[in-house]
């Protein structure tokens, strides 16, 4: 029902999204894009670019007197410090002729493929786009869909799982409310209910820091009180699980993505797997244990809906040799230096 | 490029699929049909359906004298025992005064939540379609992009990495052929390049079928040969990690997918991460490692591309207890003896 | 919701189609594909090939005793003359040597176009599947639509409002059940419920068989029922008005396409075109005219929807001269006789 | 491959609009949006709201240095007088309790249907943006195709073919350059190559604005020099011609979309109306004619590609009589005067 589109490079005039498909009458406010984008800043150990980031959204179109009105909602995020950056990404012609362009492919990102897909000798053509600061656009754009769950009684919450090596150790069975209520009490910067792995995290990302180093982590999601049938498994195309697969994957990054205790299940024998059905008049269907993560057959079992993203930690280091870039267009650019190459 | 929808019920008249987008002149023939579907059925320890399914594949259109024409390919396959069945599965009205119905819902499939989203008494109305027999056409309509695939000779080869808790060990820098022989020396019953890994596995099977018990497992692809920047990072549905996640977590059981070393990469430092970019003249740009599984920014690398299923034991054993299944129409039915109830 | 894919050349083993995203529990039985494929062939002065066709169709999936079950509905027609082309349609390898080519592009069909660009000497390779054979299996395909309209209580008549220069007089205020009452008096070769017209047309289309010429005609649909607001004008590709164009204008001959009066009303002023709104308590919201079509703002409006498709005569005629037809492959073939050219 | 949305309301903050698959390196600069929509708000006769829209474009993004970049392209055209509406189309909450509402329903809009469907007692909820001013961002949206048209050396020309019952007098074998001459010695007001019928337009729009009335008319496009074999019969949704019909009759205001001379065909006979195919080394294939409007099997066949659309006389008048809503939630309004009601 609802698709989205994003616009934008990372140190272009902003960020455009477009929601289409909201039901009318949803409630969206200013407030709710200014807190989760602050939120998504607040990571321990984030890169610089977030301190001068500060984001705020402008809602154009879709929403009236802080309902949505069924139409598409826009979203402006304005790069504030763009004009830092107006020399180099001015949509307008001429392009300068002495404008410093980037050669030196960095391993584990888009810059070397789209360099050469794209047949450019400036990588800065690609890397504005492909940058993970469209992230930040995704992330205003979830406030309609998260404000439709909520109309809906849905409730979720999202929560780093692990950071390196270290797993946080947290219960399946802990209700939403008390998940967020230990996150809050964790804080921001870590996101995650078990203050314990909070400071092991930060012992670990202080010392990358202090190497130049970065690191992988795993993120967690659950739902609760999604309708029981979400999903189909009539076509392969609508299954919720497959859906799922598709939104998470396309975040950058994530190189791995795991229904309920899928990893683990692989390993296992069924009858050590199997979510027994329960029934009572009070709560209608449930199961004893939710190794399927809510979803069964391809669709939403009424069972907490649980999805794991695994992420590469990112490639952006320090700098090493030297390499010739050849693009498609037989430009040898010969490049002074580079870790992306050996 | 290529889309597909398949259709069929398990014990219906059969499973029909069109494969759409394909270009003309690529080679399709009917033995390449038969090949591929007598080896999903020999996986050692199959239910039994397999030994009577015998699946025969008619071409109806799209192909002639052995090529494609560039037209909608229609595929059939006849349920060979769909006259055993006919009684239960006529297409014809009227529905049968005293027919059997099912009211067992099965823990872990869609028996459940299936009856209650389509409002049904009888849940053979919902497992004949989420049975996955239907994977016999997805098996069968990837001849054509398989071909399509050998045209532009890309190789590629899928294997079963693990059975249970036993893994195999499999080299990561194997050519195809190789692994292909390898798993040619080991059989078709376990599909794998690793002998004594099935070995083994053939005693956890055993036991398995003697406890009346299922086993979960991995597997793994490989691509070669794939020309760099296909995928796209420009808007996320393009990216072809999603889109690869998209398809395979629509495959029964799929619980996880993983691109690379996604997995172990999320436990890792970025220094230890990386792929370092290699270019030489006659191989061009290469990488020293394949952490990333032959795709960054959501673009082939022109590295192997490499991505994992994690699949859930079946859930389907013995049964067990009694409980009352209410559907949305209120009809409240008693069931006798169900494992999916405690 | 809906959406269907067909494959199937005209000579090949037969026409394959699937529509997915029926509901459960509408009524589709064989007899309605039946009685509608028999009345796409009663024309008057249809060419030859309908008399041998005779088309069945076999439902393969997704109806169980007479009800639908929410799965894809897989159907099939044999080409009942095939096996007098198979040695010009074998699916399997080889191509015979000796094989009869086409190599004279008719004007006004795919047959040039189509050699061009899927690069073929062979004309076969085009019109097997460009021919309107196609629409055997689109008709069979809009029988389960057609019985979820009436299971939604949404009625509609389809006519033949013109052919060649003679229009049809239709009174625009006629009921439904008139119009299908005066088309059963006319009977099936003409499909209007104007029998003067019909005699008319009778004389126009026994000249033109004489001739070995052709007619252009017009076809007008009309539905009742259906409730206020299926559609949306919130983003272009949703808009009912536009869906319907874009599933008219893919009809084999339809080149353009009406929605109520539209092609009257660019030739009006405002004062004399709009339907004025009426309330009452017994039909709620009405309109004193229609000449919308039912469609105001790309929603219904709960007038009765009026389509209208114009339809060009079949350009295939007799022969004429000579030509040499070049591919892109450059390979030129000289052509005895055409009337394609000049 | 190129895909767009738009969003926002007609008083609202602005426009935006996303168009996403341009390929890189195409030449987009701010001037060529400029020019566009100056003449968009050239039309004789025009409604008055136009003379304050003065439309600017801001590209937000996709365009570097006045080339296309490959990503999606977004534009922003703020809607200049917003401020003297911000009371009534303010984005944040609260509502004003004492806010002016529409409650009148125009025949001929989406108000009334759009009131019931989306269930408000205020229609401006609705006609802000059902409003034509969405065509704005629709045709800014145009830049970036049109400038990849040019840069595949496609030109083409759109012109008013008629205005109320009085048609243009074009030749259907003039080249777009003469056509471009005419019209611009004729002038943006009207935006046709025939200066005699616009000086006729004049005379009929200044009587219809005397009377308050409006006006229907046609619209006629050409392009040449689009390669033999764009779209494709294979498949129903592949048809250029029905692509084509899908996008022209979701613009607001187009009744009939027409390709070629397909109305005029749909009453002539095949002998009279046959593209004859012609071969020369100097020009390739040809036709004699060109009925077909550069369409054959729903594929360009090198003809110029002729479409027109048919549009109704925008129905808003003056007011009339009196009338009560009632939405679906049962909350009757007493409207005072419409002329929506009879």
């Given at each position: 029902?609802?698709?989205?589109m994003?616009?934008?490079?990372?140190?272009g005039k902003?960020?455009?999204?477009?929601i289409?498909?909201?039901?009318?009458?949803?409630?969206v406010e200013k407030?709710?894009?200014?807190?989760?984008?602050?939120?998504?800043?607040?990571?321990y150990?984030?890169?610089?670019?977030s301190?001068?980031?500060?984001?705020k959204v402008?809602?154009i179109s879709?929403v009236?007197f802080?309902?949505?009105?069924?139409?598409?909602?826009?979203?402006?995020?304005?790069?504030i410090?763009?004009?830092?950056?107006?020399?180099?990404?001015?949509?307008?012609p001429p392009r300068?002729s002495?404008?410093?362009?980037i050669?030196l492919?960095r391993p584990g990102?888009a810059?070397?493929?789209g360099a050469?897909?794209f047949d450019?000798g400036?990588?800065?053509?690609?890397?504005?786009r492909?940058?993970?600061?469209e992230?930040?656009?995704?992330?205003?754009i979830?406030?309609?869909?998260?404000?439709?769950?909520?109309a809906?009684e849905i409730?979720?919450?999202?929560?780093?799982?692990q950071i390196?090596?270290?797993?946080?150790?947290i219960?399946?069975?802990?209700?939403?409310e008390?998940?967020?209520?230990?996150?809050?009490a964790?804080?921001?910067?870590?996101?995650?209910?078990d203050?314990?792995?909070?400071?092991?995290?930060?012992?670990?990302i202080?010392?990358?820091l202090?190497e130049?180093?970065?690191?992988?982590?795993i993120t967690?999601?659950?739902?609760?009180g999604?309708?029981?049938?979400?999903g189909?498994?009539m076509q392969?195309?609508?299954r919720?699980?497959?859906?799922?697969a598709?939104?998470?994957?396309?975040i950058?990054?994530?190189r791995?993505v795991?229904?309920?205790e899928?990893?683990?299940?692989?390993g296992?024998?069924?009858?050590?797997?199997?979510?027994?059905?329960?029934?009572s008049n009070?709560?209608g269907y449930?199961r004893k244990?939710n190794f399927?993560g809510?979803?069964?057959?391809g669709?939403?079992?009424g069972q907490?809906?649980?999805?794991r993203c695994?992420?590469k930690p990112?490639?952006t280091l320090?700098?090493g040799?030297?390499?010739q870039?050849?693009?498609?267009s037989?430009?040898?650019?010969?490049?002074?230096?580079?870790?992306?190459?050996a």
């Open positions: 029902m609802l698709r989205y994003t616009a934008g490079e990372s140190h902003g960020l455009v999204g477009i289409d498909g909201m039901p009318k009458g949803v409630k407030i709710d894009f200014d807190t989760i984008l602050k939120r998504r800043l607040a990571g150990g984030r890169g610089g670019r301190k001068i980031e500060g984001d402008e809602i879709g009236r802080g309902l949505t009105l069924g139409s598409p909602i826009a979203l402006l995020i304005r790069n410090d763009h004009e830092n950056w107006s020399h180099l990404m001015e949509t307008d300068p002495s404008i410093e362009t050669d492919p990102h810059d070397l493929v050469l897909k450019t400036d990588i800065r053509d690609i890397i504005e492909a940058s993970a600061r992230t930040a656009m995704r992330t205003a979830s406030v309609p869909a998260r404000s439709l769950l909520t809906l409730d979720s919450v999202s929560f780093v799982l390196g090596s270290v797993k946080a150790s219960q399946r069975n802990s209700s939403i008390t998940l967020k209520n230990a996150m809050t964790t804080g921001d910067a870590f996101l995650t209910p203050s314990k792995a909070a400071k092991k995290w930060k012992g670990l202080d010392k990358a202090a130049g180093d970065t690191l992988g982590g967690e999601t659950r739902f609760v999604i309708p029981i049938g979400i189909n498994f392969w195309d609508k919720l699980d497959a859906r799922l598709y939104s998470l994957m396309s950058p990054g994530v791995a795991e229904i309920g899928g990893i683990e299940l692989s296992k024998s069924g009858s050590a797997a199997r979510d027994i059905i329960k029934y009070s709560l449930t244990t399927s809510g979803l069964e057959g669709m939403t079992s907490p809906l649980v999805i695994y992420m990112i490639p320090k700098r040799k030297t390499i870039l050849r693009t498609h037989e430009k040898a650019v010969r490049y002074e230096r580079s870790d992306a190459v």
